[in-house]
């Protein structure tokens, strides 16, 4: 991040990855970013962005009524407005350039800014005491996310190293356009920033010219301040503002953030670090043990347990899952840590629950990892992942903190996890393909992509068969979903797994017009324990109250990637 690289933009392209060099005030360094990727930056995110509020909104069963979907529509869009009265103006002329470069519109473009926090909210606002209600309205998981930092003893070199997934439900979209931003600003640091095309103005993993590293982490709560910074202008005030861990906690006390956030940090100057754990006005930090820190999607701090939401133990399981995993490849490596470990910990597919590799287990790479990022700030280098969805599982790319040197730097290239079993990866991208025909509402097609992976892994991933069964359900396919539910259920060894696919048996089983095998279902799932499963219990309980009904096929929020149905409704 030299200086004399603070010249006129550009752009090039290194295995498949954008790379830019923007410079200036906020708003020309947004004009010269739209200027150099205008024919990606709506193809891509934005895109995503822009249809899924409004797809939440018209799915609710709640709003099926036309006045009732429209006056929905105008308070979101109302309370997304007083999300962006606290972008900060710098920000606001960032996206201003990028808008008149595109032609985009601008307000859709600041709409889009702060989608993360119409998301919290709606997570915030439609949620019961402990989960969040499975409906399009509390939100689907919008960031994963895993980050390793080590250092000193427990690394080879006694380097700092940054590794990161970025975990995303925007399949399709973020990594078709990956994007390494070099960014020289006239006022503030310079920094790098990992995106995609059209992300201005916010920053979700990046590095300065401090050698300050940045990653956000999404954490799930009730609490919501409404006044706070949104979280993606965080992390650009940290990267242009932050010269040590000092100064970067006061830029996060003084404006913290909307809802629940864990914000990674790491300073390779002092190789130190620290996780700032934000839940609304709160904020508590954790430190470095033994050279390490770990950070994952849920809270650490005792504090700030009573208010987390559970959207549902999947998530949740999820999180601790790969923490309890990753703290496990750190012992295994200790005091020989390096990048090209590091690769192999964000790739990593191995299920601790399960004692095996998955497709769809509680591993470290998911198949919603669309950026993994490695930083080594004492090599002035840092690699990112190329690839399809889950990038972790694909070669990392190197890049130099130095502009031009990136252009020609070719090794070393990181190898990202290979599978013990090939059937698996080959399974992952046929899932990936039939999760992107899905949301393009073939479902023919999308059936056979997902057909194809269940011959290649059988019974012992039946989560495939599970989304087999409520394909064949949007196609009004009842026996066959039937018979594709049960061998899930047969399969299935997670007990809430075992009771969402009992639900479902009971609602096939009301479509067919067998209401007494239908109750039985129902009955099973209530039976269930309350204070874990209660989710799924009051669904049960609404089935044993009134059949299932076929208007309500259209209601299914299948998200293959994640091997779930979203709303359970």
């Not at 650009?236 to 000092?246: G, P, R, V």
């Not at 005792?302 to 949740?316: A, Q, S, T, V, Y």
């Not at 049960?486 to 479902?504: F, H, P, R």
């Amino acid at each position: 991040m030299h200086v004399q690289e603070k010249q006129k933009s550009d752009l090039f392209i290194k295995s498949g990855i954008f790379c830019i060099k923007a410079a200036g005030n906020p708003y020309k360094i947004g004009f010269q970013h739209g200027n150099l990727l205008k024919e990606y930056t709506e193809k891509g995110v934005y895109k995503f962005f822009s249809k899924y509020i409004d797809d939440l909104i018209k799915s609710d069963r709640r709003t099926h009524f036309l006045p009732v979907s429209a006056l929905f529509s105008k308070f979101i869009k109302t309370k997304s407005q007083k999300f962006i009265q606290n972008i900060p103006k710098e920000i606001k002329d960032e996206i201003r350039g990028l808008c008149d470069a595109t032609g985009m519109n601008y307000k859709k473009a600041l709409h889009s800014f702060v989608f993360p926090e119409t998301i919290c909210y709606l997570i915030s606002k439609f949620s019961g005491k402990r989960f969040a209600l499975k409906t399009h309205l509390s939100g689907s998981a919008l960031l994963g996310c895993t980050s390793i930092i080590a250092s000193s003893e427990a690394t080879e070199s006694g380097e700092l190293i940054h590794a990161r997934n970025f975990d995303f439900l925007g399949v399709g979209y973020w990594e078709k356009y990956p994007l390494v931003s070099y960014i020289f600003p006239d006022d503030g640091f310079s920094y790098i920033s990992v995106s995609s095309a059209g992300i201005v103005g916010g920053v979700v993993t990046g590095i300065n010219e401090q050698e300050i590293s940045y990653a956000v982490h999404q954490n799930y709560t009730d609490e919501y301040c409404e006044n706070n910074l949104p979280i993606l202008a965080l992390g650009t005030l940290i990267l242009k503002y932050a010269d040590n861990l000092d100064k970067a906690k006061e830029i996060i006390l003084e404006n913290k953030s909307t809802s629940g956030w864990s914000i990674v940090i790491s300073d390779n100057k002092t190789k130190e670090a620290f996780i700032a754990e934000i839940c609304g006005n709160d904020v508590n930090f954790r430190y470095m043990e033994n050279d390490f820190l770990l950070c994952t999607n849920s809270f650490i701090s005792p504090e700030f347990h009573e208010k987390e939401i559970i959207i549902n133990p999947l998530l949740n399981l999820s999180s601790n899952s790969r923490y309890q995993r990753l703290n496990q490849l750190i012992r295994e490596h200790y005091n020989f840590i390096s990048p090209a470990i590091c690769a192999k910990f964000l790739g990593d597919r191995y299920d601790i629950t399960s004692e095996k590799e998955r497709i769809f287990g509680y591993s470290v790479s998911q198949n919603f990892t669309i950026s993994s990022v490695i930083f080594a700030p004492e090599r002035k280098s840092f690699w990112v992942a190329s690839g399809i969805t889950p990038v972790c599982n694909y070669d990392y790319i190197p890049f130099s903190f130095d502009y031009n040197t990136s252009k020609t730097l070719e090794k070393p290239v990181l190898e990202g996890t290979i599978f013990k079993n090939n059937n698996l990866k080959e399974s992952i991208n046929l899932i990936i393909q039939a999760h992107e025909t899905y949301e393009n509402k073939d479902y023919k097609k999308s059936f056979e992509l997902l057909n194809e992976a269940k011959k290649l892994c059988g019974t012992k991933e039946p989560t495939i068969f599970f989304l087999c069964g409520l394909v064949c359900l949007k196609m009004n396919e009842y026996l066959k979903s039937l018979d594709l539910l049960q061998t899930a259920y047969d399969n299935e060894l997670d007990v809430y797994k075992s009771g969402v696919i009992k639900l479902w048996l009971g609602r096939v089983m009301d479509l067919l017009g067998d209401r007494n095998k239908a109750l039985k279902q129902y009955r099973y799932v209530r039976q269930m324990n309350k204070d874990v499963y209660g989710d799924i219990i009051e669904l049960a309980y609404e089935g044993l109250k009134n059949p299932y009904k076929k208007k309500y096929i259209k209601n299914i929020n299948l998200n293959i990637c994640n091997g779930e149905e979203i709303t359970v409704q």
